[in-house]
Nanobody, 114 residues
Framework: QVQLEESGGGLVQPGGSLRLSCLVS????????MNWYRQAPGKQRELVAR???????NYAGAVKGRFTISRDNSKSTVYLQMNSLKPEDTAVYYC????????WGQGTQVTVSS
């Protein structure tokens, strides 16, 4: 079964940056879309960013202009560059693929606090 492993989270001050990585246990060159989700305490999991096989991207309104999703098919890795972080970005971040909608990694915690 395919596995997803997120990393790169941590504690950062407001205005700071983090780069998350999602390593997939199989090739992703043929995966139509890869996604980053996040779940804050007491809230539902929400879609943050999406990248298609043709590198078209979509973002949630709350992160547009601050976050950038990218994929490196040669490394089976999807990235989420997060800039100008805000306290409301605090959440556990997960990656996911359209091809395997029920498969999730363990997530990586992002905490934005002064």
């Amino acid at each position: 079964q395919v596995q997803l492993e997120e990393s790169g989270g941590g504690l950062v001050q407001p205005g700071g940056s983090l780069r998350l990585s999602c390593l997939v246990s199989r090739s992703i060159f043929d995966i139509s879309a890869m996604n980053w989700y996040r779940q804050a305490p007491g809230k539902q999991r929400e879609l943050v960013a999406r990248i298609t096989i043709g590198n078209f991207t979509n973002y949630a309104g709350a992160v547009k202009g601050r976050f950038t999703i990218s994929r490196d098919n040669s490394k089976s890795t999807v990235y989420l560059q997060m800039n100008s972080l805000k306290p409301e970005d605090t959440a556990v971040y997960y990656c996911n693929a359209d091809a395997w909608p029920n498969i999730w990694g363990q997530g990586t915690q992002v905490t934005v606090s002064s």
